[in-house]
Each structure stands twice: as structure tokens, then as C-alpha cells.
């Protein structure tokens, strides 16, 4: 893995304190910085006994997208990261809370304009979910389709590109101009360009 120099943990302090929450159990390097010579666990994790149930007939929704440590550094960095949405207050962590299973509290969640018309359901082992297709309405076939659909949502993220709002390439444009991104993205897929499939990838 690249050893980034210490001018590169500048901007992911700067990243803890957008995100606001949460990385205190990912090992750094100096306190509120990731050190991405020395990633989180995340590829090899055992699936919890109450999963295993019935052994041999856990589902695994990873499919065609198996988790690598630093894919999913960078799917948890998008997730917590309010660049996310048009006025830089929400990101998915606002209404899939980690202390509420990935669920919000409140019925309905409050999103860059105004309340979600469903309740936010719990995104905890999605992982092993047996569903086959994702949100109420069943509309996603993969979690990885589900993963930036709240992004081009109006009420939600913000990204829609109708009625005066900004379009996906311009969210895709900010993000580029997010220092840390570029590293991330780098070491994730080989090259810094950030796409909406990749984005997809590394959040699933
Ligand atoms: C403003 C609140 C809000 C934000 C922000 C938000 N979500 Fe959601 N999420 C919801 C709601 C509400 C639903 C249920 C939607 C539906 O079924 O119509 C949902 C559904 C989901 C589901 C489907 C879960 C299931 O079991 O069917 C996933 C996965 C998900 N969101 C991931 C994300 C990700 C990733 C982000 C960030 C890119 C995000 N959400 C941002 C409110 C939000």
C-alpha cells in the first residue's frame, strides 16, 4: 500500500472534521487522520453466528463487488461526507445513523429540502440481507444500484438535475475538487478519475 506523505494527512484532518462522526475506531496515524498505510479490516470479517443460522445458506450481497479494505475506506469517507449533497448539511450518515442500526429515530428523515416521504430503514448487514431487491418499493435490484439514487434524489441529497437543481457531472466535479478524493479514489481503482459506478462501488 502507498505511504502517503504527512502533507496528505492535512486534508484528511480537514475530512474529519467535515464528517463530523465516527471514525474514532479507525486506526490513524495521528489523532483524526486515516492512515491509509494501515487500513481497517474490512475485507476479512466473520459473519456474525446469528447470520449463520442456517449454515451454507447465507446470502451475500457482495456479488460481482467483493469488499477490499480500501474500497470501503473510501465507501465510509463518501458516506460520512456532507460535499455529498447540494448544501453541504447532509450525507447518508445523517439519516442512517451507526448507533441506530443505520436507521433514523425519526419517522421520516430530513433531507437537503425538506422530510423523505418513507422512514429510513436500517442499512446494518444489508450485507447478508435475504431481500433480493432493496428500499420499500422494492425499485433497486442491487445495493449497488440503490447507492446514488438517494444522490440524484431532490428531496434527499439533491443531485436531480431538474427543476434548477444541479446535475450528477456537477457533483462529480466538486468531488474532484476535494483534495482527498483523488488519493482515495487512486488507491481504490487504480487511477484518481471519480465516476458514478465507482462511487457506487466503493458505498455498496
Ligand atoms: C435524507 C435522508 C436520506 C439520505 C441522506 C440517504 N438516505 Fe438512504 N434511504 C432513505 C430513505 C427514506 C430510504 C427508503 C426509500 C424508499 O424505500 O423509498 C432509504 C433507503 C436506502 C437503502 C435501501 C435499504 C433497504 O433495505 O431497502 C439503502 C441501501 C440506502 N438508503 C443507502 C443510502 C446511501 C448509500 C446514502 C448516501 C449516498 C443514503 N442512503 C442517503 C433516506 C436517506
Redesign the pocket.
Known sequence: MKQLSSANFQSFFILILLSGASFSSVKAAEPGTLDLANLQNYANQPVPKYINATPGKVKDNTGENPITDIGATLGRV??YDKN??TTNT???A???QQEKAFS?PAQ?????AGQ????????IN?RF?E?T????????GT?EE??????R?P???GYSGADGNPTFKELITKLEGVKYYAALFNLAFGDPEITEKRMQLA??
Open positions: 463518501l458516506f455529498l449533497s447532509v450525507s447518508c445523517s439519516c442512517h433514523d421520516k428523515s430530513q433531507g437537503v423523505t416521504a418513507r422512514h429510513s430503514p436500517r442499512l444489508a440481507s431481500e431487491r432493496f428500499r420499500w418499493d422494492e425499485a433497486a445495493l440503490q447507492m446514488t439514487t438517494p444522490v434524489n428531496v434527499e441529497i458505498l455498496a
